[in-house]
């Protein structure tokens, strides 16, 4: 056990250096991190409160913007927009979901739109499309961001 003691003391004394690593400086573990996060992409997609109990995030995803795909189409089947526009069957609309919760709306028309009164169709979209269920928004890194993103909305003719 005596020689055993002048050993293990030596390997000690050896194995300090091992603990003496560089500390990176922290500019360079700021950019570090700021190049693994991938920007184009949220954590948490936006939500509705009937989404929510869904556990798997792609469900999560796809509920949420069947739910919004839904509540547009019902809120602009109310209105004479199938009557004035007969050959509009499909409207993309451009969603902004801000990080307060805010929802904005902007109709996306192909660049050959001529043939539509976009002011008028922009226009009843705007007035159509208020008083939306309470969206989270979506998070990144554990903070609400705001997040746009295109859907196409079927006009029903009823």
Not at 42 to 64: G, H, I, N, W
Not at 97 to 107: A, G, K, T
């Amino acid at each position: 056990m005596k020689k055993l003691l002048p050993i293990v003391a030596l390997l000690l004394l050896q194995s300090c250096q091992y603990f003496e690593k560089k500390v990176p400086n922290e500019k360079e573990l700021l950019d570090k991190q700021l190049k693994e996060i991938n920007w184009n992409e949220v954590d948490e997609y936006p939500s509705v409160a009937d989404c929510e109990k869904l556990k798997d995030a792609t469900l999560r995803k796809q509920c949420f913007f069947e739910f919004l795909t839904a509540t547009i189409q019902q809120k602009l089947a109310i209105d004479t927009l199938s009557t004035m526009f007969p050959k509009l069957d499909t409207i993309e609309v451009k969603v902004t979901v801000l990080p307060n919760s805010d929802m904005e709306f902007e109709p996306q028309f192909p660049k050959d739109s001529v043939a539509y009164d976009t002011i008028k169709i922009d226009s009843i979209l705007r007035v159509r499309l208020v008083d939306f269920p309470k969206v989270n928004p979506a998070i990144k890194r554990g903070i609400p961001v705001k997040t746009q993103f295109v859907l196409p909305v079927i006009i029903k003719s009823e």
